[in-house]
C-alpha cells in the first residue's frame, strides 16, 4: 500500500517536475525561436510534446491530491475502528467514551470526504467511482447487521440520513451506567467489522489502494520522463547552435528528438513523432 508519506513526496516531486517542466518549456520556446522560425516544425514539435507531458503530470497532481485526502480520512478511521476492537472489560468508562466518540469523527470525516470527492465537479470518473464505492461499503459495515445497528441505537449512537453517525451522550452514559460489558461488546463489534472493511478499502484490490499504487507509479514514470525529455530538448539546442547550417539543424535535431521518443525508448505515447510526422 502506499502510505500517506509517500503520497506527500510524490505529489511534491510531482508538482516540481511540473513547475520545472513549465519552465523548460518556455526556455525551450525562447531558444527555438532563436535558433529558428517561429514556424519551425522541430521546435513546435518540441513545444506541443512538452505541453502534453506538463498537463498529465497536473492532472496526476490533481488525482493523487484527492486521493490522499480520502486516504487520510480512512486510515484515521481505521485507527479509530481498531481501538473500538480492542475494548474489554477492563476498559474505563472514560476511555470508552473517548474511543467512541474518535470513531464517530474519524467515521464523519470518510463518509464526508468519500460524498465530496464523489460528486466534486471536475473529479474523474474513476475517482468519483473510487470515492461512491469507499461510502458504500462503509455504510454496508455500519447498516449490514442489523443486530449491530439496533445494539448501536439502545445505547445512542444512530445513522444519520446523511450515513453520518451521531451520539446522544446523555443515553450513552446511561447505557454504560446499566450496563457497561454491553455498550463495550456493541462497540467492539462495530469496530472489528470497520477496520475490516477500511483495511480492505486501503489495501491490494481496494478501492483507494489500487487507483492510489497506479497513481504513484504514473507520478514516478512521468517525472522520468519530463527528466528524459528536458535532457534531450538540451542536447538538440546544443545541436543547433554547433550547426553550420539551420536546415541541417532541424533535419538533424528531428531525427535525433524522434529517436529518443519514438521506437522501443518508451516515450512512443506522448506524441513527439507524431507532432514531426504531420508538421
Known sequence: M???????????????????????????????????????????ALQQAQKRITTQIDATIASLSAYGQLQSAVSDTQLAASKLGALTSGTSNADVTSAANDFIAAFNSSVSTASGMATTAGSSTTESRSAARVGRDLDMAL??????VQALSAIGITRQADGSLAIDSSKFTAAQQANPDGVRSALASLGQTMDKTTSAELGAGGAIGDPVSALADKSNALIAQQNAFSDAVKQF???QAQSSSSSASSTSGAAGIAGLYGGTSGFTGYGLSAYLANS
Do not use: F, Y
Open 2 to 44: 502506499t502510505s500517506i508519506s509517500s503520497i506527500s513526496s510524490l505529489l511534491s516531486a510531482a508538482a516540481q517536475t511540473s513547475t520545472t517542466g513549465s519552465s523548460s518549456s518556455t526556455s525551450t520556446s525562447t531558444s527555438s525561436t532563436q535558433a529558428t522560425s517561429a514556424t519551425d516544425p522541430v521546435s513546435l
Open 143 to 148: 447498516t449490514g447487521n442489523s443486530a449491530t
Open 237 to 239: 539546442e546544443d545541436n
